[in-house]
């Protein structure tokens, strides 16, 4: 009976606070930054691609519509994250991702005039330097895009990662930009950022073989996010995003849904 007591009190209490607390969703404006995945998704050379197998599709024998499908892929392809354990020993994988990582205010560092000139871009501090400019200092909890414009070439394989051979010797042959390991190393040091993502394939360009960037980002426990969609309909800040991978339990890293939210 006195439980009840209390429970009763304790409810009293909690309705008007959850009133208050709750966020109206739908918001103003949606930008879905993902890609479907299909044939076409982009996957890593070396990597197995997309499948989906049809288990049934069409009327069954009682005379209604059904369909169910299988499916399989490498988790890295497509829109993913790559969460920390994919380069770094004992780090969250996919499923133990913190949600508070994965969704937060989000700003975009535009750096496709520089692209546009050299394949083999990386992002420097500069860029984020001249963001900071114009925009004011990146604020702890911040989720960073990186607008490559390279989005714009997915998924022609050739344009987007600079072959579209496929196997291991490929990937010598892989051109487009990424974050520069230095300009990782300035994040981690002097701002807090909650995760980074960008629109071409990798967050360490193509031609790299060593995946510093990777390795810095990852050691501090900030995930990465792979073939981000739309960052061209997306301001210089001022938005939020929703990150929701695939929970893979033990997984480097996996499919990603992820949204700009206004
Ligand atoms: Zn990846």
Redesign the pocket.
């Known amino acids: 009976m006195k439980c009840l007591h209390l429970l009763m009190i304790v409810l009293i209490l909690a309705v008007p606070a959850v009133a208050q607390k709750a966020r109206v969703l739908p918001p103003d404006r949606i930008v879905d930054l993902t890609y479907a995945f299909g044939v076409d998704t982009v996957y890593?050379p070396t990597a197995e691609q997309f499948k989906l197998e049809t288990d049934f599709e069409g009327m069954t024998d009682k005379g209604y519509f059904y369909s169910a499908y299988r499916y399989s892929a490498a988790?890295?392809g497509g829109t993913?994250?790559?969460s920390p354990v994919?380069f770094a020993k004992g780090h969250y994988s996919v499923d133990q991702l913190p949600l508070e990582r994965l969704m937060g205010p989000a700003i975009v560092i535009d750096v496709t005039a520089q692209c546009a000139a050299n394949p083999d871009y990386l992002v420097s501090v500069a860029d984020f330097e001249n963001w900071e400019k114009r925009n004011g200092r990146i604020a702890s909890g911040t989720i960073v895009l990186l607008r490559t414009g390279f989005g714009k070439f997915y998924p022609d394989r050739k344009k987007y990662l600079g072959t579209e051979e496929r196997g291991a010797e490929a990937v010598a042959k892989l051109h487009f930009p990424g974050l520069d390991p230095a300009t990782a190393r300035w994040l981690t040091q002097n701002r807090a950022i909650k995760a980074i993502g960008l629109d071409t394939?990798?967050i360490d360009y193509g031609q790299s073989t060593t995946f510093e960037s990777h390795r810095i980002l990852f050691d501090k426990n900030i995930p990465?996010f792979?073939n981000v969609a739309n960052l061209d309909q997306l301001p210089a800040k001022g938005f939020s995003v929703i990150a929701l991978p695939m929970k893979i339990k033990g997984g480097s890293?996996g499919p990603l849904r992820i949204i700009a939210l206004f």
């Open positions: 890593w988790e890295h993913h994250v790559d994919h394939a990798s990465a792979e890293g």
